[in-house]
C-alpha cells in the first residue's frame, strides 16, 4: 500500500464520527428563558455533533404533540428534567415525562439528571435519589452569575456524554466505573443499555479526612463527591503524636458515619490527608530533611505506619488511600474546584508550613519521592534555621509561626517605616498569640500585623516566581487562613509573583487566584479514592 493510500484510510478511520447523544429537556413553559438560555449554552456541544437536543418547541403545528412527546422520550439516551415550582406542579410534566424517564433510568435505557432552575422542595421526591446538576444542587437563580452556573451544568452534562460515547465506542470492555462502584457488563455497555453514570446519595459513599495540625475535618460524599455530611473539629493537634491523633481519628470516624446514618458496608473507601512530606510508598510521615532528627512539626509521628494503625483501629477492611495534604487540597481543586479543565496548576498552602501541590498534565505529580514541599527552597542565605535543617528556607519567613514573630516583635514594619516608633498592637504577646489574631489585628489597622502579612506574601511570590519560570503553569492556586480572611498577603504575593517571573513566562498567562472549593484538601482526599480504586481495573488492550 502506497503512503497516501494509507493516509488515506488512516484519515477516514480516524474521522469516523462518534454517534451523537439524544437529549431530551422536560421543562415547564413558564421557564422558557432559563431553557432557552440552557441551550444557549450546551451550542459547542450541539455544533460538535457530541449532542442532539430535543424539546417541544420543535413540534410543527397540527402534530400530536403527545405522540411526538413520547417517541422522543423513548428515543432519548438523557433526559435532563429543569426542576422549578411550576415543572413541579405540571401534573404533564410529573405524570408523562417524569415517570417514563424515572421508569427509563431504573431499567438503565436513559440517563436522566435533574438541573435545579430555581428553589423547590424536591429532594424528598424521587428525584432527590439522582445526581443534581448545577454542582451541590444549588438553583441556578441562587448564583450570583447565571452564566456561571449554566457553564457548571454543561461541564457535568458534557462528562456524562463523554462517558456515555467511551462506553459506546469501546463495546464490551469490563471497567470499573467511578461513579457507579461496580464494574459494567458488555450488556449494559451496549447502545440502548446506558448504567447510571451518577450515584444516589444512598448507595455508595465515599469518606475524606483531612488532618491538619490544629484540626480535623471530615467529609461524607456520594461517590461524585458531591457532600452528604461534614464536621470539623478544632480541639485537635498533631503534636500528640500519631498514636493518640488516630485513635482520635477512628472514634470520629465511627460516630460520624453513624450519625449520617450511612454503614460502613456502603463506604467504598477512606481517602486521608494529611501534613509532611510522606515515605514513597504512602504510608508513613518522612522527617523534611536527613539533617532533622525528627519531623518537629509532627512529633511521634515518624515510623508509624499510618493506613496500617487505622485500620487496626476500625477494625474495617475498607481501603485507605494516603497522601499529602497539599497533593490533595491541588486533586480538589483540579477535578471539582477552580482548576477544572486545567491541565497543569500548582495549589499552594500557607500554614504552620508551606506546601505545593502539582496537577502536570492533568495527573498528580509525585516525582520519585515527595515532590513540591515548596517551603523548603532556600530563600534568604544564612537565615534562620529550618526544622528541615537547612537555613533560609521559605518557611522560616513566611509560614504562620514567622508571621506571628513579625507581627509581635514589628520587624517588617520597623524594615518598612525606618525610625517609627509605633508599636504593634501585639507587642509583648508572641507566646500567646495566633494567626487568626494576626489577621484580626491587620483588618484594624495595625501597621505592623498588615506589614508582616506583606512581607510573608513578598517572599511566597517570590519562589512562585521561580516555578513560575520553571514549568510556566496555567494556575496557581493559593489557599490558607492568611489567604481567605485578609488581603494583605495575597496582594502582595501576586506582585511578587510578576516581578519575579520573566516576561516570557508571565504573558503566556499563569493565573494566580484563590480556591473556589470551601474545603479542598478532604474533597481532593474524595478525589483520590474514585480516582484511585478506578485505576485499580486497567483497560484492556485492545486488539
Not at 446514618?261 to 467504598?268: H, I, L, R, S
Not at 493506613?307 to 476500625?314: A, D, G, I, M
Not at 481567605?484 to 504575593?493: G, N, Q, S, Y
Request: aromatic content about 6%; proline content about 4%; charged content about 25%.
Amino acid at each position: 500500500m502506497s503512503r497516501v493510500a494509507h493516509y488515506q484510510l488512516k484519515k477516514k478511520v480516524c474521522m469516523q464520527p462518534i454517534e451523537s447523544v439524544k437529549i431530551f429537556i422536560s421543562y415547564a413553559h413558564a421557564d422558557q428563558k432559563l431553557r432557552k438560555k440552557l441551550q444557549d449554552h450546551l451550542s459547542p456541544l450541539t455544533h460538535s455533533g457530541m449532542i442532539t437536543i430535543w424539546q417541544d418547541q420543535e413540534i410543527l403545528a397540527g402534530a400530536n404533540w403527545d405522540d411526538h412527546i413520547r417517541s422522543r422520550l423513548k428515543e432519548a439516551d438523557v433526559v435532563l428534567l429543569l426542576v422549578s415550582p411550576c415543572f413541579m406542579a405540571s401534573d404533564y410534566c410529573w405524570d408523562s415525562e417524569v415517570q417514563k424517564a424515572l421508569e427509563g433510568h431504573k431499567a438503565g435505557t436513559v440517563q436522566v439528571i435533574p438541573i435545579i432552575l430555581k428553589p423547590v422542595h424536591w429532594k424528598d421526591t424521587p428525584l432527590g435519589q439522582l445526581q443534581a446538576l448545577p454542582t451541590g444542587g444549588k438553583p441556578v437563580t441562587k448564583w450570583s452569575n447565571s452564566d456561571a452556573a449554566f457553564e457548571d451544568v454543561v461541564r457535568g452534562i458534557r462528562e456524562v456524554v463523554a462517558k456515555l460515547q467511551t462506553i459506546w465506542r469501546n463495546g464490551p470492555e469490563d471497567k470499573w466505573d467511578a461513579h457507579e462502584g461496580n464494574k459494567l457488563s458488555g450488556m449494559q455497555k451496549r447502545k440502548g443499555q446506558i448504567p447510571n453514570i451518577h450515584l444516589s446519595a444512598d448507595s455508595r459513599c465515599i469518606i475524606g479526612v483531612d488532618i491538619d495540625r490544629s484540626h480535623l475535618t471530615l467529609l461524607l460524599t456520594d461517590s461524585a463527591a458531591n457532600i452528604i455530611k461534614e464536621e470539623s473539629l478544632h480541639s485537635f493537634d498533631t503534636s500528640a503524636g500519631a498514636r493518640v491523633c488516630l485513635t482520635r481519628v477512628a472514634d470520629e470516624l465511627q460516630a460520624f458515619l453513624e450519625n449520617s446514618g450511612a454503614t460502613w458496608e456502603q463506604v467504598a473507601g477512606i481517602g486521608l490527608a494529611t501534613p509532611g512530606p510522606l515515605t514513597p510508598d504512602l504510608r508513613m510521615v518522612l522527617s523534611p530533611s536527613q539533617k532533622a532528627l525528627s519531623a518537629s512539626q509532627m512529633p511521634g509521628w515518624e515510623r508509624i505506619d499510618i493506613r496500617e494503625y487505622l485500620e487496626h483501629r476500625l477494625k474495617k477492611k475498607i481501603p485507605i488511600y494516603l497522601d499529602n495534604d497539599a497533593n490533595m487540597g491541588a486533586l480538589g481543586e483540579s477535578r471539582y474546584g477552580a482548576g477544572r479543565d486545567i491541565a497543569n496548576l500548582v495549589y499552594v498552602k500557607v500554614g504552620m508550613g508551606i506546601g505545593a501541590g502539582l496537577i502536570l498534565n492533568g495527573q498528580l505529580y509525585h516525582g520519585t519521592g515527595s515532590a513540591g514541599e515548596l517551603g523548603h527552597l532556600v530563600v534568604e542565605e544564612k537565615g534562620e534555621v529550618c526544622n528541615c535543617g537547612n537555613q533560609g528556607c521559605l518557611e522560616t519567613v513566611a509560614a504562620e509561626p514567622a508571621i506571628v514573630k513579625d507581627a509581635c516583635e514589628g520587624l517588617s514594619l520597623r524594615a518598612s517605616f525606618p525610625g517609627s516608633t509605633q508599636i504593634p498592637a501585639l507587642a509583648g504577646r508572641i507566646d500567646k498569640v495566633n494567626i487568626a489574631e494576626v489577621i484580626e489585628a491587620a483588618n484594624n489597622s495595625d501597621k505592623a500585623s498588615q506589614a508582616a502579612l506583606k512581607r510573608a506574601g513578598a517572599w511566597i511570590g517570590r519562589a512562585l516566581g521561580a516555578v513560575i519560570n520553571l514549568i510556566s503553569p496555567a494556575m496557581i492556586l493559593v489557599d490558607g487562613d492568611v489567604i481567605r480572611k485578609t488581603d494583605f498577603l495575597f496582594d502582595a504575593l501576586k506582585d511578587s509573583a510578576q516581578e519575579s517571573s520573566l516576561l516570557a513566562a508571565w504573558v503566556g498567562g499563569v493565573k494566580i487566584t484563590t480556591c473556589k472549593l470551601e474545603k479542598p484538601v478532604a474533597i481532593g482526599a474524595v478525589a483520590n479514592v474514585i480516582k484511585s480504586i478506578s485505576n485499580s481495573y486497567p483497560r484492556k488492550r485492545k486488539r
